[in-house]
C-alpha cells in the first residue's frame, strides 16, 4: 500500500490570499488531502501541490468575479474552485452543483465545518436543475469538460448578460476556435481569455470567460427553461 503524501506548509501567499479565513483553507487543505484521498475526490499524488495547484489556482479566479453576485459552480467535484472562492469572497452566494452523492456529503461536510453560511451545495446535473435552480449572474468551472460541453451545461443556468468563468489550461485559444459555433448557438456574445494570480502563481492561472446577451443557452434552453417553469407552478399549485 503507498504511503499517503504529506500536506506541505502553507505557503505565504496563501495568507495574503485567504486573509481571516487563512485558518479554513488550511482546513479544507487537510480535509482534502485526508478525507479527499480517502473518498477518491483527489489523487494522493495532488497532495504536495495542493496549494499552488488547486486552492490558490482557484482562489485568484476572484480577481474576476463581479462584487456581490451569485454563483453556480457546476460540477464541484472536492469544491474547486467554489470552496476557494467562497473563502476570500464572503460577498458571494455561491451553489455547489455537483451529481454525485458521495462528493456532494463530502462538500456538505465541508461547507457546515468551515462555517460557509453563505454556500448552498445541491446534488444534480446542471441539465436537471434548469428550470428549478434559479439562474445565476456567474457560472464557474474547473477541469468539468471541453469549452463546447461545458458551455452546453452552464450558459443555460445563467441570467441573461450573465457570464461563465472556466479555469482552463494552455489550449484555452483552441477550445473557443473550436467551440465557436456552439457557444454562437447557446447565445454567446463574447469570449475572452485572462490570466489572474500575478504574484501568486505561476504559471498565472487562465480562464475562460464566456459572456451571454439577453438569452442564455438559445431559443432551445429558453422553451426548456419555461416549460421548467410552468411545470414548477404546477406542482406547487397541487
Avoid at 28 to 33: K, V
Avoid at 43 to 54: A, C, I, Q
Avoid at 64 to 78: I, L, N, R
Avoid at 165 to 188: C, H, M, N, Y
Amino acid at each position: 500500500m503507498t504511503e499517503a503524501a504529506e500536506l506541505p506548509q502553507a505557503p505565504a501567499e496563501a495568507r495574503e490570499v485567504f486573509g481571516e479565513l487563512f485558518p479554513e483553507a488550511v482546513r479544507y487543505a487537510e480535509l482534502l488531502a485526508d478525507a479527499g484521498v480517502k473518498r477518491g475526490l483527489i489523487g494522493p499524488r495532488e497532495v504536495p501541490r495542493l496549494w499552488e495547484r488547486h486552492l490558490l489556482n482557484c482562489a485568484v479566479l476572484s480577481e474576476v468575479v463581479p462584487e456581490g453576485v451569485t454563483v453556480c459552480d457546476v460540477g464541484s467535484g472536492a469544491g474547486l474552485p467554489g470552496i476557494p472562492l467562497a473563502l476570500v469572497r464572503p460577498d458571494l452566494k455561491i451553489t455547489l452543483l455537483e451529481p454525485l452523492l458521495r462528493r456532494t456529503n463530502f462538500l456538505q461536510e465541508v461547507v457546515e465545518l468551515l462555517g460557509l453560511d453563505h454556500v448552498t451545495v445541491v446534488r444534480g446535473r446542471a441539465e436537471e436543475v434548469l428550470g428549478t435552480l434559479q439562474p445565476v449572474q456567474v457560472v464557474t468551472a474547473r477541469a468539468v469538460a471541453p469549452l463546447d460541453r461545458l458551455a452546453g451545461w452552464g450558459v443555460p443556468l445563467l441570467k441573461p448578460y450573465g457570464e461563465m468563468l472556466a479555469l482552463k489550461g494552455d489550449t484555452a485559444e483552441e477550445e473557443i476556435a473550436g467551440a465557436r459555433a456552439a457557444l454562437s448557438k447557446l447565445g454567446v456574445v463574447e469570449t475572452e481569455v485572462l490570466h489572474v494570480g500575478e504574484g501568486v502563481v505561476d504559471p498565472l492561472s487562465t480562464v475562460v470567460r464566456v459572456v451571454v446577451g439577453e438569452s442564455p443557452g438559445g431559443v432551445r434552453f429558453a422553451a426548456k427553461r419555461a416549460k421548467a417553469a410552468r411545470t414548477g407552478r404546477t406542482r406547487r399549485r397541487r
